[in-house]
T-cell receptor, first 107, second 111 residues
């Protein structure tokens, strides 16, 4: 069955404490992988698209990487405003999402 | 450019009723997708429409249906509502080969 699994489900970090979120997938014919950020009461906001293994994208304190079976979202020296749910999605015709990682950055 | 607009923002319905949700995509986007989001299941794919045709479909019962109009606006209908249909319904539009751009959703509560 095609599926996307994100870990951990929830993560609490101190401000400035770097960490990584994982997204593993089992789909055939991957056309792209997306990362989104979702704040409470809002729709997901697009962050990155990765198309092939070895690709990396960066934006401020976030860096996304892709291998053949998983993607990582690295968060460097996070700030409280980085607190949100981070979602990954795979595109293989349909676009399906993982359940997300709830990230909480403590000041 | 204006973003994806969903109406209404909140709805309260009773079991057995039906409901219609509306979505206006970003101008120029011909693909519209619908997702159901619940705390336990996350974002689950309902269906995708492209140029008025359903292009992909998720694993939801036939009570969930949709359509797309010639101006790319889309509606989603749920008939014979059940308590378990309470969720945030998200609409997203995209250009070919671009990521999804989401609206802020319609929060449906079924009592």
């Amino acid at each position: 069955e095609d599926q996307v699994t994100q870990s951990p489900e929830a993560l609490r970090l101190q401000e400035g404490e770097s960490s990584s979120l994982n997204c593993s997938y089992t789909v055939s014919g991957l056309r792209g992988l997306f990362w989104y950020r979702q704040d409470p009461g809002k729709g997901p906001e697009f962050l990155f698209t990765l198309y092939s293994a070895g690709e990396e994208k960066e934006k401020e304190r976030l860096k996304a990487t892709l291998t053949k079976k998983e993607s990582f979202l690295h968060i460097t020296a996070p700030k409280p405003e980085d607190s949100a749910t981070y979602l990954c999605a795979v595109w293989y015709g349909k676009i399906i999402f993982g359940k997300g990682t709830r990230l909480h950055i403590l000041p | 450019k204006a973003g994806v607009t969903q109406t209404p923002r909140y709805l309260i319905k009773t079991r057995g009723q039906q409901v219609t949700l509306s979505c206006s995509p970003i101008s120029g986007h011909r693909s519209v997708s619908w997702y159901q989001q619940t705390p336990g299941q996350g974002l689950q794919f309902l269906f995708e429409y492209f140029s008025e045709t359903q292009r992909n479909k998720g694993n939801f019962p036939g009570r969930f249906s949709g359509r797309q109009f010639s101006n790319s606006r889309s509606e989603m209908n749920v008939s014979t509502l059940e308590l378990g249909d309470s969720a945030l319904y998200l609409c997203a539009s995209r250009d070919e080969n671009s990521p999804l751009h989401f609206g802020n959703g319609t929060r449906l509560t079924v009592t």
